[in-house]
């Protein structure tokens, strides 16, 4: 990518018809070769090379056979050089198609979002998908800005996606609760944002109707914020798990309505965005999202990642032990060294014990520092039908949110619709279209938190087959760590194009500079030509023949254009037949 901090190089014209832009490169073009015409005709009158002068005019056949009666000569050379230059000039049309697929973006400066309206869509693409393949990691890495970048602007606008964004300061305050695990917290008040804080709740139906909760109390690690849930249970308990969608952040508006347990969760839209369904059960995958909190006039943005990987076996075919310490290893970290951590093999001795004894299991920590949050969960789950095994699923997740952005707006949002209880707004790529007031806690009062606002999603694939009972089948090795070394860079494109629908955008382009550059040269040598030369080098071949015959001005025998307005008729010329066929 080439950079420029120049207001005059940063231009963000768009032009969204081909036949428009035709008509500006053609233009382009043509001011292109006469800059290449006056130029020439400057330096055959500096060097009095009137003869090759006119023999620019010619065409390519007399050119050549100009060149070869010369021989090596200044009028020959001459000849040859601007021949050259002049056919390279019908090619600079060319040259600009050539940049405007894909184009070159210049990072100029940022600019609100507002000021690219005419430019966006309507309603931006916010999810975006990667297939990730052995094959293909060499044409990702080439290709991740113009995917991530995809369906965002108006055809024709020619960009590049950028992750060099401004992202300001992100802003944290001291927690206002302690015991409830890790969290960012943004306000004194007790806003804050979590991982889901409900992944260990589950439940099954009573023969006589009540319900019951699973038994598998949070425990306080004594060690910061962090918590962590150890629990071995009946097979009954495991469809809820296996419904719940992973990687939904919780947001905690306040102290009191926390206290009530009403903290709100930003869930994937299941009419747009394939998570809320691909994001339960199994499968190994990993969701990112950009997504933003805005309560008064403060906003927060947020980047996270979510990965998740299974491996899945049938009623009779236990795990191996092997396989199943494999993928904990290799879930756990890349380094050789950290694998050998002793969690490892009490997690792996859980599951086997949980599987002999026809059970389930989970263990999950909640830690966080003062920007970031994260979770990781291992579980051993066995779904079952009126008491018989279906499947068994190992599933590892592990979510990871961090605070990039603390900013004061303007303008306050204000609630999408009215609710007699109380409830959020929630939007999508900048698009307010819902409150959550369909599912929110009922009496609360009618009382408008904030705003939630899902502003870019990446879903990347390939990463192995969730569905096979093999370690190396269910984690690719090669491709997790690709994923793992281009995480930070699918983070930064992510909140780039985050930032342009939500927040704000950097876009600028290339071509206009060089149309503009064509006028500048076109101007510069018909100037040139004028002041450091005689008109007879910027007329025509039938200028010159009528110069001394005062057809072209009445005060000076001087070639020039013939005009109505010197009182002159313009001269009628025929060819005529004669009987004389040579002229000795």
């Not at 053609?26 to 015409?37: E, G, K, P, W």
């Not at 003869?51 to 000849?79: A, C, H, W």
């Amino acid at each position: 990518m080439l950079s420029s901090t120049s207001y005059f190089i940063a231009s963000s014209i768009s032009i969204y018809h081909n036949a428009i832009k035709s008509l500006i490169f053609t233009a382009a073009q043509l001011l292109f070769a006469m800059s290449v015409y006056k130029f020439f005709s400057l330096i055959a009158s500096k060097a009095n090379l009137f003869t090759s002068y006119l023999m620019f005019m010619e065409d390519f056949v007399q050119k050549v056979y100009f060149i070869f009666s010369r021989g090596f000569s200044p009028n020959s050379v001459m000849v040859l050089c601007f021949a050259v230059v002049y056919a390279a000039a019908g090619l600079y049309g060319t040259l600009l198609w050539g940049l405007d697929a894909p184009g070159y973006i210049f990072q100029g400066k940022n600019v609100s979002a507002s000021t690219l309206n005419n430019s966006l869509l309507g309603e931006p693409a916010y999810i975006l998908y990667l297939d990730a393949r052995r094959n293909n990691l060499a044409m990702l890495d080439k290709e991740l800005p113009h995917m991530i970048g995809a369906n965002l602007f108006k055809p024709g606008v020619n960009f590049t996606l950028t992750s060099e964004v401004n992202r300001g300061v992100p802003q944290v305050v001291a927690p206002t609760r302690s015991k409830v695990g890790g969290r960012v917290w943004l306000d004194t008040e007790g806003l804050s944002v979590s991982p889901d804080t409900q992944v260990m709740v589950s439940f099954k139906k009573n023969d006589t109707g009540p319900l019951i909760n699973m038994d598998c109390p949070v425990l306080e690690s004594g060690k910061g914020v962090a918590q962590f849930w150890n629990c071995t249970f009946n097979n009954s308990f495991v469809d809820p798990l296996l419904t719940t969608i992973i990687g939904i952040p919780e947001v905690h508006w306040d102290n009191p309505s926390d206290l009530l347990h009403d903290s709100r969760y930003i869930k994937p839209d299941r009419k747009k965005n394939i998570w809320a369904a691909f994001g339960q059960g199994g499968g190994t995958a990993v969701m990112k999202q950009m997504f933003t909190v805005t309560k008064g006039t403060r906003r927060y943005s947020f980047i996270e990642t979510t990965f998740r990987c299974t491996m899945l076996t049938m009623p009779g075919v236990p795990f191996s032990s092997y396989e199943v310490a494999d993928i904990l290893k290799r879930t756990w970290s890349t380094n050789a060294t950290e694998q050998q951590a002793p969690l490892i093999k009490r997690l792996s001795n859980s599951i086997a014990r949980a599987q002999d004894q026809n059970q389930s299991f989970l263990f999950g920590v909640n830690d966080a520092t003062d920007l970031t949050t994260t979770q990781v969960n291992w579980e051993y789950l066995t779904s079952e039908l009126e008491g018989s095994p279906l499947f068994s699923v190992l599933r590892v997740s592990i979510t990871n949110i961090t605070l990039v952005r603390s900013e004061t707006i303007a303008v306050t949002p204000t609630p999408f619709a009215s609710c007699d209880t109380s409830i959020q707004n929630l939007a999508y790529a900048g698009v307010v279209s819902d409150t959550d007031c369909a599912t929110a806690k009922q009496g609360m009062g009618s009382v408008f938190y904030g705003q939630v606002d899902t502003s870019a999603v990446l879903i990347l694939y390939g990463l192995g087959d969730g569905r096979s009972n093999i370690s190396s089948i269910a984690l690719d090795e090669k491709i997790y760590e690709w994923s793992i070394e281009s995480s930070r860079r699918m983070d930064d494109l992510l909140v780039s194009r985050g930032f342009i629908v939500s927040v704000n955008a950097s876009l600028v382009t290339l071509e206009m500079v060089l149309v503009l550059l064509t006028v500048l040269l076109a101007a510069l040598g018909w100037i040139c030509l004028r002041l450091f030369s005689s008109s007879h080098w910027s007329s025509s071949l039938l200028s010159n023949l009528l110069a001394p015959t005062g057809m072209t001005d009445d005060k000076k025998q001087s070639p020039g254009y013939i005009s109505p307005c010197q009182n002159h008729d313009f001269p009628k010329s025929q060819i005529v037949r004669t009987h004389v066929n040579r002229i000795t």
